[in-house]
């Protein structure tokens, strides 16, 4: 298994409050990414990384920002947690991007409940 | 941005059957996917990819690329009640840096 960790594992907090999670791997790999899943829309990426400081937005990134100091951690902060935040988020990693046949590999995931 | 769509589901076959779990996409540039098994609760985890028009076989696992028609599938033979689980299909959007996923095909194999 790909050595990816996501902490927390199960995080409630309420309206309003900052939330980070964090993501940590120990592959070396270039590339990282925030997803959250949600019933019925499947993953959907929120932010990505391409290297340390370069990140870029994904398709629900609104809310979310993104901070990668070190290549093995990268951080998904909600500055203001609303309830529509609830969800179980994903951090992924890849070697390439997704070039030839270089996929992503998922971490365990956090469930964040936002009351 | 490229698209890749899944039928949501729940495709229920009975042991012993085959499963054929289908994927379309947008891009006809598209020339590689790859498929993920998500058991309830659990991350996405990596069972296949495809380059390339054709058919890969891997055990009880085949993936076959239709570029023509735009569609990837995944059969699945012998199935089995372990293999009731959710399928999401994805393919690399365009720049190579991340990936397009399907909102996935919840399978449920009756014993």
């Known amino acids: 298994d790909a050595g990816i960790t996501q902490s927390p594992r199960h995080k409630v907090t309420e309206t309003g409050t900052p939330v980070t999670l964090r993501c940590h791997q120990t592959e070396n790999h270039r590339y990282m990414y925030w997803y959250r899943q949600d019933p019925g829309h499947g993953l959907r990426l929120i932010h990505y990384s391409y290297g340390v400081k370069d990140t870029d937005k994904g398709e629900v990134s609104d809310g979310y920002s993104v901070s990668r100091s070190k290549t093995e951690d990268f951080l998904l902060t909600l500055e203001s947690a609303t309830s529509s935040q609830t969800s179980v988020y994903f951090c992924a990693i890849s070697e390439r991007g997704g070039v030839g046949s270089d996929t992503q590999y998922f971490g365990p995931g956090t469930r964040l409940t936002v009351l | 941005q490229k698209e890749v769509e899944q039928n949501s589901g729940p495709l229920s076959v009975p042991e012993g059957a085959i499963a054929s779990l289908n994927c379309t996409y947008s891009d006809r540039g598209s020339q590689s996917f790859f498929w993920y098994r998500q058991y309830s609760g659990k991350s996405p985890e990596l069972i296949m990819f495809i380059y390339s028009n054709g058919d890969k076989e891997d055990g009880r696992f085949t993936a076959q690329l239709n570029k023509a028609s735009q569609y990837v599938s995944l059969l699945i033979r012998d199935s089995q009640p372990s293999d009731s689980a959710t399928y999401l299909c994805?393919?690399?959007?365009?720049?190579?840096?991340?990936?397009?996923f399907g909102t996935g095909t919840r399978l449920l194999v009756s014993p």
């Open positions: 994805a393919g690399p959007d365009t720049g190579f840096q991340k990936l397009v």
